[in-house]
C-alpha cells in the first residue's frame, strides 16, 4: 500500500514524520476492535488514541508502548482511547 500526500507525491502527513496518518491506521490497517477500551488492561493490543483532534497510534496497553514511538496514551493524556486486537495480515511482517 502506498501513501501519497495531497500533492500526489509520496510525504510524511503527520507531525512525528510518519509517512500516514494515525487516523489512516486506524482506518486501514488496525482490525477487531474491543467493544470496551479499557485503560486497565495489562493485555497488549494495538492503540489508537487522540488528544486535541490529533491522533496517535503504538502497539502496548495505556501506559505501557512496547512498539512504536515509546509515547503512550497516559503520556499524552489521550481525550481519546480504542483498542484492536489485531491488524490486517499485508501488514504482519
Given at each position: 500500500?502506498?501513501?501519497?500526500?495531497?500533492?500526489?507525491?509520496?510525504?510524511?502527513?503527520?507531525?512525528?514524520?510518519?509517512?500516514?496518518?494515525?487516523?489512516?491506521?486506524?482506518?486501514?490497517?488496525?482490525?477487531?476492535?474491543?467493544?470496551?477500551?479499557?485503560?486497565?488492561?495489562?493485555?497488549?493490543?494495538?492503540?489508537?488514541?487522540?488528544?486535541?483532534?490529533?491522533?496517535?497510534v503504538y502497539k502496548g496497553t495505556y501506559d505501557?508502548?512496547?512498539?512504536?514511538?515509546?509515547?503512550?496514551?497516559?503520556?499524552?493524556?489521550?481525550?481519546?482511547?480504542?483498542?484492536?486486537?489485531?491488524?490486517?495480515?499485508?501488514?504482519?511482517?
Amino acid at each position: 500500500m502506498e501513501i501519497r500526500n495531497k500533492n500526489d507525491q509520496l510525504g510524511y502527513w503527520c507531525k512525528c514524520k510518519y509517512p500516514i496518518r494515525a487516523k489512516d491506521v486506524r482506518k486501514y490497517i488496525f482490525r477487531d476492535k474491543r467493544p470496551i477500551s479499557d485503560k486497565t488492561s495489562k493485555v497488549d493490543a494495538f492503540i489508537y488514541c487522540e488528544v486535541k483532534g490529533g491522533g496517535h497510534v503504538y502497539k502496548g496497553t495505556y501506559d505501557t508502548c512496547i512498539q512504536g514511538n515509546n509515547t503512550t496514551a497516559k503520556d499524552i493524556n489521550a481525550d481519546y482511547f480504542e483498542q484492536y486486537d489485531s491488524i490486517t495480515r499485508e501488514y504482519l511482517q
